[in-house]
Antibody, heavy 118, light 106 residues
Framework: EVKLVESGGGLVQPGRSLKLSCAAS????????MGWVRQAPGKGLEWIGE????????NYTPSLKDKFTISRDNAQNTLYLQMSKLGSEDTAIYYC???????????WGQGVMVTVSS | DIQMTQSPSVLSASVGDRVTLSCKAS??????LDWYQQKLGEAPKLLIY???NLQTGIPSRFSGSGSGTDYTLTISSLQPEDVATYFC????????FGGGTKLELK
């Protein structure tokens, strides 16, 4: 069974950093692109970015390119999202998903909440 | 940047109705479009990929169509469990979700 489990969320002060993890199981992690999507409270979905199998290609939505960094550890079957200079606008549920490039996001994690507030 | 406009933003329909949701792109996206369903409090779920391909396990009452800038998700006979918000997503040039259509029961 494919499973994606995000962790690392919580309450963080404005201007600080936070790193999210997404633990994958039930499939060959290093065969797939992976991505991150977020959803602000009561709002729609926002594509954050994606990473290919060997981390040689990483794409970001332009507005987040200088704040967020996507990485992966294939040995640990884990996807990461490093977020810096956080502001209130980054308060959202963050989802990891399997897929990317031309492949649809066919499996999603349950999401992890990040709240940016003093 | 390609903008994706979904209409209507809210749709009320009765069980058994044929329902059509629209997604319009600001430029040609060459059928590079997926549809996702999100029920309240849950993660999104893939319904349709590359315009008209039904994801495994999704009921056949869901179908997708379109080309160029105009795309449609159709539910042939609405069921109570279809109450959700539906998002289109383009990946032809950049990556953009539509704003969503909230589907309610009348």
């Amino acid at each position: 069974e494919v499973k994606l489990v995000e962790s690392g969320g919580g309450l963080v002060q404005p201007g600080r950093s936070l790193k999210l993890s997404c633990a994958a199981s039930g499939f060959s992690f290093n065969d797939y692109w992976m991505g991150w999507v977020r959803q602000a409270p009561g709002k729609g979905l926002e594509w954050i970015g994606e990473i290919n199998q060997d981390s040689s290609t990483i794409n970001y939505t332009p507005s987040l390119k200088d704040k967020f960094t996507i990485s992966r550890d294939n040995a640990q079957n884990t996807l990461y999202l490093q977020m810096s200079k956080l502001g209130s606008e980054d308060t959202a549920i963050y989802y990891c998903a399997r897929g990317g490039y031309s492949a649809p996001f066919d499996y999603w994690g349950q999401g992890v909440m990040v709240t940016v507030s003093s | 940047d390609i903008q994706m406009t979904q209409s209507p933003s809210v749709l009320s329909a009765s069980v058994g109705d044929r329902v059509t949701l629209s997604c319009k792109a600001s430029q040609n996206i060459n059928k590079n479009l997926d549809w996702y369903q999100q029920k309240l409090g849950e993660a999104p779920k893939l319904l349709i990929y590359f315009t008209n391909n039904l994801q495994t396990g999704i009921p056949s009452r869901f179908s997708g169509s379109g080309s160029g800038t105009d795309y449609t998700l159709t539910i042939s006979s609405l069921q109570p469990e279809d109450v959700a918000t539906y998002f289109c997503f383009q990946y032809n040039s950049g990556w953009t979700f539509g704003g969503g259509t909230k589907l309610e029961l009348k």
